[in-house]
Each structure stands twice: as structure tokens, then as C-alpha cells.
């Protein structure tokens, strides 16, 4: 009795999984059934209940990707509006960011880009994590943020975490907006302690010119000068041809 127990033991756990597999697999087929039935009478894709909680991320609003394009064709608005005013407050948009790194001793320059193939990495720089941020010559507030107000020189990407691609765009816009006039830059106070003026004491005890007479040469040396033989001689014979034409 035993044993007969055991071998129906045995039989029945090898048929179970081929008897779940094969109701997994009608499963399967009548929800396709199903789909495809629910498509040709209503005209629209539809979805099982089953598939419901699968979905990855919930869907953009209308309102977001309002406010996305409006920030593209004005994007100094956005520093203005209050998505901005509650996510940074007062403070620069690269405050209190740190770049994830291996070890204790951050890396000595910031990454080439963080958009790659159409695809953000993690931990973006902080103008590439925020799309609304777009660099631009006329957002003057965002470019004053990247500008040391004490040497009025661009921050170094490494204390604001930029990348190497948006920090080249970030140099390109602050130089379009002070030659635009719109941003203020310094210009070195050269102090010129020299004296050009005619009562400087080297210019006032120059001496006149000496006045010349008719006939006079200015350097009186000039008269008592007498070229070499060897060298007149060099002379002649190189212009001797030239010589015998004009004589």
C-alpha cells in the first residue's frame, strides 16, 4: 500500500508542471483572444487588468509639456516662475551639488557630457539634470550664478560640478552677453605715474638744435671720413658694367 502510495506520489509531481505549463499557456491565449476582440469592436488598443501593474512611470501631463516649450522659446522666464523658486529657493542652481565618485578624493575634471545617444546619465551636472534650464545670452540672473562677484571670472567647472560640454557653451554665452552689453565686466585701473607732459625735466633741458649754415653738413665727422682702396676697389669692380654704361 505503501509503495503504491509513493509511485502515485512520484507520477503525479512529474505531470503537475506539464499541466501548469500547458494552463499557463491557454492563459496566455485568451488574453490575446480577448484583446483582439475588445480592438475590432471598440476601434483602440486596450489593456488587461493583469498588465496594469506593470506600467514603468506614470504618463507626462499636458500642463508639464506646456511649460517645457514655453521655457525653450523664453527660457529666462523660468527663473522667474514658482517651479523654480520652490526647487532652488535663492541660492545658484549648482548649490549643494556633489558628483558620485569612487573613494574620498573627487575626480580632477568633471565628465565630457552627461547626454549621450539621447540618453541622460545618472547623477547629471546641474544644468543637464534640469531641462528647463537653457543657457542663453539674455538669461542674465542664470549667467551671474556661474561668475565670481569678487574677480568677475567664470567658475571653475570643478566647484560647480558643470560639464566640460555645457561649460564650453557657458564661456560662449557670458562673452556673447558682455559683448551685447547686457553683463557688466571689469576692466584693469592702469595708474600712469610717468610725466609726458612738455615740463618734464629730461624734455625741458634738452638743448636747442644747433642752427646750420649754407654749405654746413650736421655731422661734422661726415666731411672727414675716406673710404679704403681695398673696398672702393670691391665697389668698382662690382658696378664696372653699370659704371661704363652712365660714363
Known sequence: ?????????????????????SVQHNESRLQKLTA?????????PSVMPSHSLCTTAAP???????????????????????????????SPVWTGYRRNHKGGIPPQKTR??????????????????????ILHHQKVKLLE??????????????????????QKRLNMEVNKARDHGVLPFDIPNVEF???YSNNHHAVGSTPPPPCLNPGERWYKWYGTIEPEETELAKVKKMYKAYLKKYQ
Request: hydrophobic share 30%; charged share 25%; glycine share 8%.
Open 36 to 44: 483582439r476582440l475588445l480592438w475590432t469592436r471598440t476601434g483602440a
Open 112 to 133: 565630457k557630457k552627461c547626454i549621450r545617444g539621447g540618453r541622460i546619465c545618472g547623477n547629471a551636472c546641474p544644468i543637464c539634470r534640469d531641462l528647463n534650464i
Open 193 to 195: 605715474t610717468e610725466d
Open 145 to 166: 550664478q556661474f561668475i565670481c562677484p569678487y574677480t568677475g571670472m567664470v567658475h571653475d567647472p570643478t566647484q560647480t560640478g558643470v560639464c566640460m560640454q555645457q
Open 60 to 90: 507626462a501631463k499636458d500642463g508639464d509639456a506646456e511649460v517645457v516649450v514655453r521655457y525653450k522659446d523664453r527660457p529666462w522666464n523660468y527663473l522667474e516662475s514658482e517651479e523654480y523658486i520652490e526647487r532652488y529657493g535663492t
Open 1 to 21: 500500500m505503501a509503495a503504491s502510495i509513493r509511485s502515485i506520489g512520484s507520477i503525479s509531481s512529474r505531470i503537475s508542471p506539464l499541466i501548469l505549463h
